[in-house]
Nanobody, 119 residues
Framework: EVQLVESGGGLVQAGESLRLSCAAS????????IGWFRQAPGKEREGVACISNNDGESFYANSVKGRFTISTDYAQNMVFLQMNSLKPEDTAVYYC????????????WGQGTQVTVSS
């Protein structure tokens, strides 16, 4: 079964850190780019960060650049999002995402993990 499962969310205070994890299964993880999205209440889902499977180049939304870091562990089929200097506006449900060709083509989304940052 093709699956992405996030973990690591929680409630923190502004300025603190969290590390999100996403475990992939059911497809060849290192064949595809992978990323993180988030959706705050009443807002559209937005891209946060993604990382290339070819050269490891990463891309970030301007709102998180310099504070968040995406990384992968291909041996464990995992992707991580290290979030530092968290702000209340980072509060959202965070989703892991990839687009795969085999089996596919199809979007693959995780179930999401809640991050709440109090001021």
């Amino acid at each position: 079964e093709v699956q992405l499962v996030e973990s690591g969310g929680g409630l923190v205070q502004a300025g603190e850190s969290l590390r999100l994890s996403c475990a992939a299964s059911g497809f060849t993880f290192d064949r595809y780019a992978i990323g993180w999205f988030r959706q705050a209440p009443g807002k559209e889902r937005e891209g946060v960060a993604c990382i290339s499977n070819n050269d490891g180049e990463s891309f970030y939304a301007n709102s998180v650049k310099g504070r968040f870091t995406i990384s992968t562990d291909y041996a464990q089929n995992m992707v991580f999002l290290q979030m530092n200097s968290l702000k209340p506006e980072d509060t959202a449900v965070y989703y892991c995402h990839t687009f795969i060709q085999i089996p596919g083509p199809r979007d693959v989304w995780g179930q999401g993990t809640q991050v709440t940052v109090s001021s």
